[in-house]
């Protein structure tokens, strides 16, 4: 990834990043690539059908350009009109890398790139310079996204169950409280019903006396004389 490597100042014209998103590699097709389209266009080039087959594949060329950022990977298409495609690292699945006949001999290839999810290949970096050193890049960059995910997601955990915690021992706090309240009321209310039995005892005791005291006892006179009637 010799020259491959080196950031076209084009990609500004269309790409913007993401704060703290930075440019890894950008390309575009090979100048090799271009062979194939002039093998079939210079003998049609008599009847100018070959001219259109050479201009279009010179154009395609020209306006594709690929990027790798530390964030994901970009796509820009379009000779008349702009496509631009995005895919974030973290949801790439699978990479492939393929070189043709032309491809092997003059050292480009084909880096395919398939989502989770996805249905087949999403995104293509078609005719890129050493193709296996760019699949490489991207699955360092997948790796390293997956590790920070992970990292993020576990301090995620972690702040979720400190915040159980804490509710726990506040609910734990709640419930010892209310158990001592309780705990005290019952104890008012027992003290309450001993003094009240106590009292209801003592009140008792007093009629009993009171009524001992109302009855008089009897005359040993007045049993005497009504035995001698």
Request: no cysteine.
């Amino acid at each position: 990834m010799s020259n491959s490597s080196v950031i076209d100042p084009g990609i500004d014209d269309w790409l913007t990043l993401d704060q703290d998103e930075e440019i890894i590699w950008s390309g575009k097709p090979h100048e090799s690539s271009l062979i194939p389209a002039l093998i079939i266009g210079l003998p049609l080039a008599l009847v100018l059908v070959g001219l259109f087959i050479i201009a279009g594949a010179y154009l395609h060329r020209e306006n594709t350009q690929y990027v790798v950022t530390t964030d994901g990977l970009y796509k820009k298409t379009g000779i008349l009109s702009r496509d631009v495609q995005r895919i974030d690292f973290g949801k790439v699945q699978n990479t492939s890398y393929s070189q043709g006949f032309f491809g092997s001999q003059f050292g480009y290839g084909n880096v395919d790139i398939s989502t989770a999810g996805g249905s087949g290949i999403e995104m293509q970096f078609q005719s890129v310079p050493e193709p296996r050193a760019v699949q490489e890049l991207i699955n360092k960059r997948v790796k390293a996204s997956r590790g920070k995910s992970a990292t993020e997601s576990g301090e995620t955990k972690r702040d979720v169950l400190d915040e159980i915690l804490i509710e726990l021992k506040e609910i734990r706090s709640t419930l010892e409280t209310q158990q001592e309240t309780v705990g005290d009321t019952s104890a008012t209310m027992s003290n309450i019903g001993t003094s009240e039995k106590r009292h209801s005892t003592s009140e008792n005791n007093s009629e009993s006396n009171e009524s001992k005291s109302t009855k008089r006892p009897t005359d040993p006179s007045e049993t005497e004389q009504g035995s001698s009637q």
